[in-house]
């Protein structure tokens, strides 16, 4: 069966509630309005950036760290590295409780890949995030509330996905992710209402499944 | 919530993916806040409960936990109503009329420009001005103005009173009463322009208080010797409370006549005023005997 959710694995979550003023400086953080740290390590990465930014919406917590490990998460470093580590920092390990909260809820029933072919080979990442978070929104070059559709897929069904999606909705491109990234995967931040960065996210979603069912098109009489 | 996840889900369907999606998993479990009861603690003072029934001040009033009793509560927010529904209310137009008053107006054209303008609320507008140089007596040692000021209600329930027996009482003193007059959406000072305007030697506005808790009914009266625009408060002598649980309206009167006679006397008002010998001349009015114990008018009731 198609389009089946791959449900994220949270392969860690850790908190220091006093961190170390050189670790706060050297992962991104401000000795002056943060003290403490929550940390998360995920084997999908796409999902735990929404989910970082869904903690903003939820705490007064800073996205100070987030980046993902090369090659993903089969080649991953050891059994609680995964594909990528997010820090979140904040004045309080209260606000850091409150934001974990919020990303563990996200990557448990919301954000996550979907399984583009029956054997779950491709995966296929079209999130709709209907609110920005001050995160993402500061990535994206965007506005906090705004909504932005986050497409993400292996480089060739991403990139004609991307294309359909444009061409599906009144959106426009607030980044693209050509390949290679750390993972190998291509991603693109659309943006526009909400109904067409739906509307994208679906054109995007079909042409993914298309494309994985059908890689040579036409030109090669497939 | 997962709203991408009913899109995929809709696209699976339209693709021929026939099997439901898995469920999400369910949303953590929200404990509920424990519940307690915390039993009325009444206050354990003698002094603070005798002091309490000696007065409408709030003493004595307990707690329950960290917080007021809920009869508490309730009681100040019904209260607190009372008070902003005098604000609220405004004097009919024909209120004057109807009871033998020359009725004037202030600037204000309406009620909440009333609450906003003070300035306006200080003077007559033009056709008010015109009716008071026509109707009214002029030259005349006592001109009373009662108003409505910040609590119509107060105005309406014990306004005429106030002005009969203060009427009554300078007239007693030998003092020329003249046109009683009412003004509606007046501040104090408007007295200066109606005095002004008919050559009086004493303004007295009576006028609606500043209603403050469950006391929506008091009036407060403020004199001032050769009334004129531009006086200040230190030109003014005022009298506040005048409701049945503070000055009774009747003793009122007697005590504003005495302090306009007073003013006629020395010739001056406001701070300048010699008061120190006024006491004689009060009589009955003057009456600091012992009062019975006041209690705060309950309008709650809460089944104990």
Redesign the interface.
């Known amino acids: 069966?198609?389009?089946?959710?791959l449900?994220p694995r949270i392969l860690s979550v850790r908190r220091i509630p006093n961190a170390d003023p050189a670790l706060l400086l050297a992962y991104g953080a401000d000795p002056a309005r943060h003290r403490s740290l929550g940390l998360v390590t995920c084997d999908q990465d796409d999902p735990t950036y929404v989910a970082l930014d869904e903690a903003t919406k939820f705490a007064h917590v800073d996205v100070v760290f987030a980046k993902s490990f090369y090659a993903g998460a089969g080649h991953a470093s050891g059994p609680l590295s995964g594909e990528i580590l997010g820090v979140l920092a904040a004045a309080d390990p209260d606000e850091i409780d409150a934001g974990l909260k919020a990303l563990v809820?996200c990557l448990?029933?919301?954000?996550?890949f979907?399984g583009a072919d029956e054997a779950k080979k491709t995966a296929v990442f079209?999130?709709?995030i209907?609110s920005l978070g001050h995160y993402l929104s500061a990535a994206a070059g965007l506005k906090p509330g705004d909504s932005m559709a986050y497409l993400v897929a292996p480089p060739m069904e991403a990139t004609i996905g991307f294309d359909m999606a444009l061409k599906a909705a009144d959106v426009r491109a607030a980044k693209i992710f050509p390949p290679p990234t750390e993972t190998n995967f291509s991603a693109a931040w659309l943006t526009g209402s909400l109904a067409a960065c739906?509307a994208a996210?679906?054109a995007f979603?079909?042409a993914v499944?298309r494309v994985a069912a059908n890689p040579k098109g036409d030109v090669w009489g497939g | 919530m997962a709203r991408t996840r009913e899109l995929v889900a809709e696209l699976r369907e339209r693709l021929g993916g026939a099997a439901p999606q898995p469920p999400p998993a369910p949303l953590p479990r929200v404990p509920e806040p424990p519940v307690r009861v915390f039993p009325k603690r009444h206050e354990g003072s003698r002094y603070a409960r005798e002091t309490a029934a000696h007065t409408t001040a709030l003493l004595g009033i307990g707690q329950v936990g960290t917080r007021y009793a809920t009869d508490v509560v309730l009681q100040f927010q019904a209260e607190l109503a009372v008070a902003h529904e005098a604000v609220a209310t405004e004097l009919p137009e024909d209120w004057a009329a109807k009871n033998g008053l020359l009725g004037l107006r202030s600037r204000v054209t309406h009620h909440r420009e009333f609450l906003l303008r003070p300035d306006l609320g200080r003077r007559l507008d033009d056709l008010s001005l015109a009716r008071l140089k026509m109707e009214a007596k002029h030259g005349v040692d006592v001109q009373p103005i009662l108003a409505d000021g910040l609590s119509a209600v107060a105005c309406m329930q014990s306004g005429l009173e106030l002005l009969a027996s203060f009427t009554r009482a300078c007239e007693a003193r030998g003092l020329t009463v003249g046109t009683p007059v009412c003004a509606r959406y007046a501040r104090v000072w408007l007295e200066d322009e109606i005095g002004q305007t008919v050559k009086a030697r004493v303004a007295a506005i009576l006028l609606g208080e500043r209603p403050g808790l469950g006391t929506g009914d008091g009036l407060s009266a403020y004199l001032v010797y050769e009334p004129a625009v531009g006086k200040t408060d230190g030109d003014r002598n005022m009298m506040s409370n005048i409701h049945a649980r503070g000055t009774p309206p009747a003793v009122a009167g007697d005590r504003l006549a005495v302090l306009a006679r007073a003013m006629v006397d020395q010739k001056r008002s406001g701070v300048s005023l010699e008061l120190g010998h006024l006491v004689a001349e009060l009589g009955d009015a003057a009456s600091r005997h012992h009062r019975a114990p006041q209690v705060r008018e309950r309008l709650v009731e809460v089944p104990t």
Do not use: G
């Open positions: 069966m198609i389009l089946e959710p449900p809820r448990e029933s919301d954000a996550c979907y079209p999130h709709v209907s739906e996210a679906v979603c079909e499944v």
